[in-house]
């Protein structure tokens, strides 16, 4: 097995699905996935004040949560986006604001309980 020369390129490292791994920190990957730390911020509150307090606010919590992660998706770029970019933009999209949207005018509407 021959010693790589210099003017070989460097190795890439693959991850199980042949994606290259990515070799920034730990603490780092961990600091670029702010906006879905911020929607899961958002969903806890949310389900708190579901189970605690009251189930129109916190459903509104929730669907306000998921329209804001929509949002996120909105204006930012797939490499900055994180987690919150799953699949294309439009089908992220639609999907976010459907289930926000429809999360939020469900809470609204209910009747409250007598």
Same mark, same amino acid.
């Given at each position: 097995m #021959?010693a790589?020369s210099?003017?070989?390129p460097? /190795?890439? +490292?693959?991850d &199980? /699905? *042949?994606?290259p791994?990515?070799?920034?920190?730990?603490?780092e +990957?961990?600091?670029?996935?702010?906006?879905? @730390? %911020?929607?899961? =911020?958002g969903l806890v509150? &949310?389900?708190? !004040?579901?189970?605690? $307090?009251d189930? +129109?606010v916190?459903?509104?919590l =929730?669907?306000a949560s998921?329209?804001?992660? *929509?949002a !996120?998706?909105?204006v930012l770029?797939r /490499?900055r @986006? &994180?987690? %919150? @970019?799953? +699949?294309?933009r439009?089908?992220?999209?639609l999907t976010? $604001?459907?289930?926000?949207i429809a =999360?939020?005018t469900? #809470?609204?509407?209910?009747?409250?309980a007598r």
């Amino acid at each position: 097995m #021959a010693a790589p020369s210099s003017d070989d390129p460097p /190795e890439v +490292r693959l991850d &199980g /699905e *042949g994606n290259p791994i990515d070799d920034q920190p730990l603490i780092e +990957r961990t600091i670029d996935q702010w906006p879905l @730390a %911020l929607v899961l =911020l958002g969903l806890v509150c &949310g389900l708190v !004040l579901l189970s605690f $307090y009251d189930f +129109r606010v916190g459903s509104i919590l =929730l669907g306000a949560s998921i329209i804001f992660a *929509g949002a !996120l998706r909105t204006v930012l770029p797939r /490499e900055r @986006a &994180g987690l %919150l @970019a799953i +699949r294309s933009r439009p089908i992220d999209l639609l999907t976010m $604001y459907g289930f926000g949207i429809a =999360l939020t005018t469900v #809470a609204v509407l209910v009747p409250t309980a007598r």
